[in-house]
């Protein structure tokens, strides 16, 4: 029986957008896999959740996230557990910081996506992995005959 998963829509401006793809291919060049669009946005959310509390309020203070947001509407598809983590932010957030708005999950994956290619190496990997034990696609095989003539 596969992994249960569901789609996640971005509501992205064009600026945000080229978060989200240089995220992606920070991320690709991170792991040394193609990875899938919604792995990447599990991995920043994964990522995030790492990061002390006071750390991802002040964050949402200080960034311009209203920028990044937008009309255009992107789908990636991702495991359930994306979900979980990123509810689970917005409700330590809001504990923390009872006195603030409850931040929504669009914002959380935006400032999640402007990790990426702020975070460690070894701590994206570490991520990278803990989302792929969470029920993230794997990559496709690295076995060299994949590309054999």
Same mark, same amino acid.
């Given at each position: 029986m596969?992994?249960?998963? &569901? $789609?996640?829509?971005?509501?992205?401006?064009?600026?945000?957008?080229?978060?989200l793809i240089n995220s992606h291919c920070h991320l690709i060049r991170?792991? &040394? $896999?193609?990875?899938?669009?919604g792995t990447t946005l599990h991995v920043a959310v994964e990522y995030l959740n790492g990061m002390p509390t006071d750390e991802i309020i002040d964050q949402l203070r200080d960034q311009e996230l209203g920028f990044l947001a937008g009309r255009e509407e992107h789908h990636v598809g991702a495991s359930c557990q994306l979900w979980d983590v990123a509810t689970g932010i917005t409700e330590r957030v809001q504990e923390e910081s009872p006195e603030t708005r409850q931040p929504t999950l669009g914002n959380i994956y935006i400032l999640a996506l402007l990790q990426i290619t702020?975070?460690?190496?070894?701590?994206?990997?570490?991520?990278f992995d803990r989302v792929l034990l969470s029920?993230?696609?794997?990559?496709?095989?690295?076995d060299p005959n994949d590309l054999a003539g």
């Amino acid at each position: 029986m596969g992994r249960a998963r &569901r $789609s996640f829509k971005l509501r992205l401006s064009p600026a945000g957008l080229d978060v989200l793809i240089n995220s992606h291919c920070h991320l690709i060049r991170i792991t &040394r $896999s193609l990875i899938a669009w919604g792995t990447t946005l599990h991995v920043a959310v994964e990522y995030l959740n790492g990061m002390p509390t006071d750390e991802i309020i002040d964050q949402l203070r200080d960034q311009e996230l209203g920028f990044l947001a937008g009309r255009e509407e992107h789908h990636v598809g991702a495991s359930c557990q994306l979900w979980d983590v990123a509810t689970g932010i917005t409700e330590r957030v809001q504990e923390e910081s009872p006195e603030t708005r409850q931040p929504t999950l669009g914002n959380i994956y935006i400032l999640a996506l402007l990790q990426i290619t702020k975070a460690e190496r070894g701590a994206l990997l570490r991520a990278f992995d803990r989302v792929l034990l969470s029920g993230a696609r794997t990559p496709a095989s690295r076995d060299p005959n994949d590309l054999a003539g």
